[in-house]
């Protein structure tokens, strides 16, 4: 292990780790707003109205993420901006491949919780609407925490696929290493051990949240 090529990179690794964890942030924080409606889509009663949404989830999660970056990267973006732009790219892919998996998420926390919950809640007067916000939700957000997390630390690692996009995040710096010394074990288990350190993190922080929604 040569150490000196790992500190002349940390200044780049750690600035890629800050892009990680920005992807990573905005692809949870999109795709779970796009999941929740997604998913609420999907259990519409009506099959033709929840095809559209049923079509997405089988495409995204049929498809592999890394043909998903690619499609967005040069067909998407640039039909916008004239250009591409790695970054844009690489959030608008996480934010729509973890819409899909989120989506799911929220059908199978809804489904398991007691139909009789939306009849009590109608017959007090909400809308359905109402029903969902204040009854059912508020219960089955519970019950979604630890798949969540799960697709939250999926989304952290995927993230590295955004390199081959040229976003500068841990492994465009991995793998720039390599390019300049064509050595392996030091970008690479560098870039192993930032992310497994990323993911125990978060793994804590949601083992907490669990514990604490459990204990109110």
Known sequence: MDIGIIMEYTPFLLKGTLVTILLSLA???IGTVLGLGIGLGRMMKNK???LPFRLYITFFRGTPLFVQILL??????PLYNGETNGIAAAILALSLNAAAYIAEIFRAG???????????????????????RHVILPQAFTR???PLGNEFIVL???????????????????RAMNGQY???WEPY??????????????SFLLSRLEGRLKTA
Do not use: C, N
């Open 27 to 29: 692809g949870i924080a």
């Open 48 to 50: 033709l109205l929840s």
């Open 72 to 77: 967005i990267h040069f067909g998407v973006v």
């Open 110 to 132: 809804i489904q398991s919780l007691d139909g009789g919950q939306m009849e009590a809640a109608r017959s007090l007067g909400m809308s359905h609407i109402q029903a969902m």
């Open 144 to 146: 979604m925490i630890p």
């Open 156 to 174: 952290l690692k995927e993230s590295s696929l955004a390199s081959i996009v040229t976003a500068p995040e841990i492994m465009y710096w991995a």
């Open 182 to 184: 064509y050595k392996v």
């Open 189 to 202: 288990l560098t870039a192993a051990l930032i992310y497994l350190v990323l993911t125990i993190s978060l």
